[in-house]
């Protein structure tokens, strides 16, 4: 009976060392002038698998979100404002690069909004041009009312939706692909 205990005991411990943790290490949200930004810092490390993936040319598409939502004591609270940040890393095996395209929208939506498009010798080079986003425009301070709270809730994840179909299906539950985080705070406007 001890051995089981102990065993399954191990096999808990591997399972927890096995989950990969992203966490929101630094949140900031700011008024300057009249635009609301938000800065944060990401803690990951990709998993083998998935930067075997990378490593085979599968494109991986990271989304960082910004919601600014009105507290309501008689109700929900009411979403004012929301912001994505799309940013698209994939291997240029020719050139032995790393190309990282950050757009405003989702990169099947193809031309809305602005791209920035950055080429890296390494990839910790480009994973931490991903991991830091500062200051980052999510709303206009005018369209928010000075009397009022609001609270900033922000979201970092994987987004697996974008993935070629086989690696979807073989991703679904899979600790190794699970990379999310999340942070929350309250807004100043005066």
Do not use: C
Request: proline fraction near 3%.
């Amino acid at each position: 009976m001890r051995a089981l205990w102990a065993w399954g005991l191990m096999l808990v411990a591997g399972l927890a060392q096995a989950q990969t943790s992203t966490e929101v290490t630094q949140f900031r949200v700011e008024r300057v002038e009249d635009e609301v930004l938000v800065s944060a810092q990401m803690l990951f490390d990709l998993p083998s698998a998935v930067e075997d993936a990378l490593l085979k040319g599968v494109p991986l598409f990271f989304v960082a979100e910004a919601d600014i939502v009105r507290e309501r004591w008689y109700w929900y609270d009411k979403q004012v404002s929301t912001a994505a940040r799309h940013m698209r890393l994939a291997y240029q095996p020719l050139t032995r690069r790393w190309r990282l395209n950050v757009t405003s929208g989702a990169a099947r939506e193809g031309s809305l909004g602005l791209a920035l498009n950055q080429s890296f010798d390494t990839l910790p080079q480009a994973l931490a041009s991903i991991k830091r986003i500062l200051r980052w425009k999510v709303a206009d301070a005018m369209d928010l009312d000075g009397s009022v709270r609001y609270k900033v809730e922000f979201r970092f994840r994987l987004d697996l939706s974008q993935l070629p179909r086989p690696f979807q299906i073989g991703a679904i539950g899979q600790s190794d692909w699970d990379l999310a985080a999340s942070a929350s705070t309250f807004l100043s406007l005066k």
